[in-house]
C-alpha cells in the first residue's frame, strides 16, 4: 500500500478547532473533500460522480430520497464500501483505498442505518468494545456516564431491551467516546418519535459545539437543517443542490418529492 492510499495520522481529521479554547477566528479548513467520487454494487452505479467539500466544524446535512445513495455515499467515506473513482481527502490526505479500522483511529466514527449497538451485550458491554482504539475502559465509561447519565442508570441492561432513543443515544455515546473529529450519522431519526428526533439532534449539536464535524443524512430535513451550518441534497446519485440550510429549505420541496415535513 503506498502512502497516497493510507489513513491518515491518528489525529488525522482530529481539527485543532476542536477543543472549547481554540481560536475559532481562524477560517474553517476543509476536513472532507470529495471529488468526482463514483461507486456502486457491481454492474450498477448508484453514485455518479459527486463533488463536496464539508468544512471543518458544524453539521454538514445530507437530504434526499429513498434510494437516492446517502448510505452507499456515508459507506464509502467511512472506507467500508469501495469507491469506484474519484478521490477522497480527509483533512488534506487521500484515503481513497483506506480500511475502515485506520480510519476509526484516526478519528472517524460511523453511526450506521439502523442502530448502532450491539442489542445482545449490555450498555457497558457496549462501551467497552471500544477500548481497541486507545482509551480505558474506566476512563470511557466515567465520560461517557457524565455526559449521558440516562446511559449511567441503564448500564448493566441489554442495549437492545432499551427504547429506541437511548439505543441512538448510546451509539452516539459510543462514538463521542472514541474522541472522533468527524462524525457520520445516518439516519438517526428512524423508527423514533419527533420529540426523541429533536432531544436527539439537540445532543448532536452539542457534540458539534464541542469541536467535533458532523455529517448526518436525514430524512427530518426541517429538524437536521435548523442545526446544519450547510446541506446537500443528493437525489439519484447526483448533488442536485448544495448551500445554506435556509437555502436548501426553500428549494427542498420542487427538488424532489420526499418527506420533507417532519
Ligand atoms: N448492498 C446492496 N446491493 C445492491 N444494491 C444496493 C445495495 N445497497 C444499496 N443498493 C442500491 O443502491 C441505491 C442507493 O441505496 P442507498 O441505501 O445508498 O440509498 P439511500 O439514499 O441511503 O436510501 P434510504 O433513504 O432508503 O436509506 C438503491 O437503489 C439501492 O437499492
Ligand atoms: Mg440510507
Known sequence: MSSSMTAPSPNGVRQPGQTESADRT?????????????????????????DLTVLAGGIFAVLGPNGAGKSTLL???????????????????????ARPDDLARSGLCLIPEGRGVFPNLTVEENLRL???????????????????????????????????????????????ATDPGLLLIDELSMGLAPRIVETLYELVAEIARSGVTVIAVEQFARTILGIASSAVVITTGRVVMA????????????????NVAD
Open 130 to 176: 471500544i477500548t481497541h482504539l486507545g482509551a480505558r475502559a474506566s476512563e470511557i465509561e466515567e465520560r461517557t456516564y457524565a455526559q449521558f447519565p440516562q446511559l449511567a442508570d441503564r448500564r448493566k441492561q441489554l442495549a437492545g431491551t432499551m427504547s429506541g432513543g437511548e439505543q441512538q443515544m448510546l451509539a452516539l455515546a459510543r462514538c463521542v
Open 75 to 97: 459507506k464509502v467515506i467511512a472506507g467500508l464500501h469501495p469507491a469506484s473513482s474519484g478521490t477522497i481527502t480527509m483533512a488534506g490526505r487521500e484515503v481513497n483505498r
Open 26 to 50: 481562524l477560517d474553517p479548513q476543509p476536513i472532507l473533500e470529495l471529488r468526482g467520487l463514483r461507486a456502486g454494487y457491481g454492474a450498477i452505479e448508484v453514485l455518479h460522480g459527486i
Open 243 to 258: 448551500g445554506r440550510p435556509d437555502q436548501v429549505e426553500s428549494e427542498l420541496s420542487g427538488l424532489y418529492l420526499g
